[in-house]
Each structure stands twice: as C-alpha cells, then as structure tokens.
C-alpha cells in the first residue's frame, strides 16, 4: 500500500550567517491532510518525500545541495514503528548521507536511541549538483512497518528539530536552514478478525445478563 503524507515546516532561520528560507518537507498523502491514515498492526506503508524551498532577500538562500532528516516518537510510542526501506530513485539527492543503512531500524523515542534520539542514522542526501532555490524537488520514498503488538491508538511521528542532529537544508556553502518539529499522526485500529472478537464477547455478556434476569424472575 502506497500513501504519501503532508508535513509543513514554517519558516526558518538558522544560525550564525543569519540565513533566511522557507523551506517545507513535505508528505504528501494526495489529498492534503497531515495524517497517515488508519491502519491495523504489523501494517507498512510508503510515503513520498518531497523538499519545497522558498528564498527572498536579504540574506536568502542561494541554492539547494543537500538535506538531512531523522524521525522520532513520543515515548509512548517507542518501539511501535520502524523504518524498513529508503529508496532515492529518480531523486536529484541520490547520494545518501549514510551509505549502507541496514534495516529495519527503530524510530525511537525523543529523546532515545541515538544521541539526538530518532532513528541512528541519517536518511538525508547530497545532490550531485547546486540545485535551485523557488523550486520543489522529490527527496526519497521511505516504508515504515507497524509492529504487529501496537495497541490499538493514536500515535505521532516526527521530524527531529534539536540536540546535535537536528533536521535541515542546506546549501553549496554548508549552511543550515533547519526545520522545526513537524508531526504526522497514524491511528492503528484493531484488525477486523479482534473487532469480530470483541463484538461476540459483548453479545455474550448481553445474552448472559439476559439469562440471569429471567432466572430471577
């Protein structure tokens, strides 16, 4: 099953060239809503990313070359999800960051895991050439499985926004335009065997009251 999600980043600002963009990564799921959708335990499903960057004076960003990106989770959440593919196909940013990703890995709790908490290893990529600023481009397709004994919810995932890797663009000259914390949320329902279950235990509690009230009648 294929969906894509829409996150928005806002605005950002970072640091000391006093560089300014806006900058959104985005997920889109077709439809433009910023949730994944509900799915059943030990479900996966794909998304599209795509990365949209805005520029203007003063201080603009002067191109594109490459970005990096990690997710997390609540620590509610911890151990429920985990990323098992990345695939840079047809992307301009198609020289991984970290080469060799050996998957699945746990989207962890923040923070958790690793250092800036998220996934240990960062899914950005560089561009084999200075890309464009005013212009969207397509980043990577990732898969995200859904452990099989995730209770039935609401959960969230996010894109990391501090501590030593914190999610950003950046351009030829290395500077860093992060984003700030933007979220998606999955909803996990009962697969339908379990609410065929559930529904014939209620029916059984009803039918048992039953009986006893004629009892004591």
Known sequence: MKRTLLLFSASLLLSTSGAMATVTLGFNDGVGTPNAG?????????????????????????????LSYWFATSAVNAGFFSITNRNLSG?????????????????MSEPGGAAHGGNPDDLGANSGSILATNANYFVATLTIQISPST????????????????????????????????????????????WSLLGLGGLGSVGLSLLRARRRS
């Open 151 to 194: 209770p039935a919810g609401t959960y969230t995932i996010f894109t990391t926004s501090s501590g030593s890797n914190p999610s950003e663009a950046n351009d030829s000259s290395f500077t860093q335009f992060n984003f700030p914390v933007t979220t998606y949320t999955i909803t996990v329902v009962p697969e339908p065997a379990t």
């Open 91 to 107: 992307s301009p940013f198609n020289t991984a960051i970290t080469p060799g990703i050996t998957y699945p890995q746990a989207i």
């Open 38 to 66: 509900s799915y059943t335990p030990g479900q996966s499903f794909n998304f599209d990313i795509t990365l949209s960057v805005t520029s203007s004076a003063p201080n603009a960003m002067s191109d594109v070359q490459g």
